[in-house]
């Protein structure tokens, strides 16, 4: 029905950690290539994170060695573990195909980084 949510967004405070998941409609992760995307305030949407099927990751270079995105294919669902956060990665946070499929983009889940 809903193609995927995200969902663990928080406020928490610089140097925290947040962990976000996404729940993916099977037909659309079975076999794809997915990732993190944000939009901070003001800005337009950025990748963040993608996980290929295979597993192999890649990540920004703003946020590699900070965060780390996995998947559990029997869950369906998409993680990315942020740690050390800083202000600057305050946003909306989206789960999508990676490359993004426009018509999937769901609600997205609010990080705010401030202290």
């Known amino acids: 029905q809903v193609p995927l949510v995200e969902s663990g967004g928080d406020l928490v405070q610089p140097g925290g950690s947040l962990r976000l998941s996404c729940t993916v409609s099977?037909?659309?992760?079975?076999?794809?290539?997915m990732g993190w995307y944000r939009q901070a305030p003001g800005k337009q949407r950025e990748f963040v994170a993608l996980?290929?099927?295979?597993?192999?990751?890649n990540c920004a270079d703003s946020v590699k060695g900070r965060f780390t995105i996995s998947r559990d294919i029997a869950k369906n669902t998409v993680y990315l573990q942020m740690n050390s956060l800083k202000p600057e990665d305050t946003g909306v946070y989206y789960c999508?195909?990676?490359?993004?499929?426009?018509?999937?983009w769901g609600q997205g889940t609010q990080v705010t980084v401030s202290s």
């Open positions: 099977r037909s659309i992760f079975s076999a794809r290539t």
């Open positions: 999508n195909t990676f490359p993004r499929f426009d018509y999937i």
């Open positions: 996980i290929a099927v295979g597993g192999s990751t």
